[in-house]
């Protein structure tokens, strides 16, 4: 079992940068696919790119440049680095862990999932 907890959201203004971390808990951490999800109020949650057990990333083409996703297993860690924020990227992030999550299908099959941390861009 792996246990998700995010940090590092907050208030901030319209080109401002912001780095969530996600604390895992687990004593198979590194077997896991880690993705970022966010959702903004009255909208679906959206995938926001994952790094799989062997390190290889699934990024979003609409976010390249701007968020990149990195894991550090040593330290049992996730981060998102996002640049340039904007209003519309105001929403709650979540960390997610999946044992089975496809390569084809990146977004689907995650077992586990922090609680979230609110990111507000005001403009």
């Known amino acids: 079992q792996v246990q998700l907890v995010e940090s590092g959201g907050g208030l901030v203004q319209a080109g401002d940068s912001l780095r969530l971390s996600c604390a895992a808990r687990?004593?198979?951490?590194?077997?896991?696919?880690l993705g970022w999800f966010r959702q903004a109020p009255g909208r679906g949650r959206e995938f926001l790119g994952n790094?799989?057990?062997?390190?290889?990333?699934t990024n979003v083409d609409s976010l390249r440049g701007r968020f990149t996703i990195s894991r550090d297993n040593s330290e049992k860690a996730l981060y998102l680095q996002m640049n340039n924020l904007q209003p519309e990227d105001t929403a709650v992030y979540y960390c997610?862990?999946?044992?089975?999550?496809?390569?084809?299908?990146?977004?689907?099959?995650?077992?586990?999932w922090g609680q979230g941390t609110q990111v507000t861009v005001s403009s």
């Open positions: 790094v799989r057990f062997d390190g290889s990333p």
């Open positions: 687990g004593p198979t951490f590194d077997m896991y696919t």
């Open positions: 997610a862990a999946g044992r089975y999550v496809r390569r084809e299908t990146p977004t689907r099959d995650y077992d586990y």
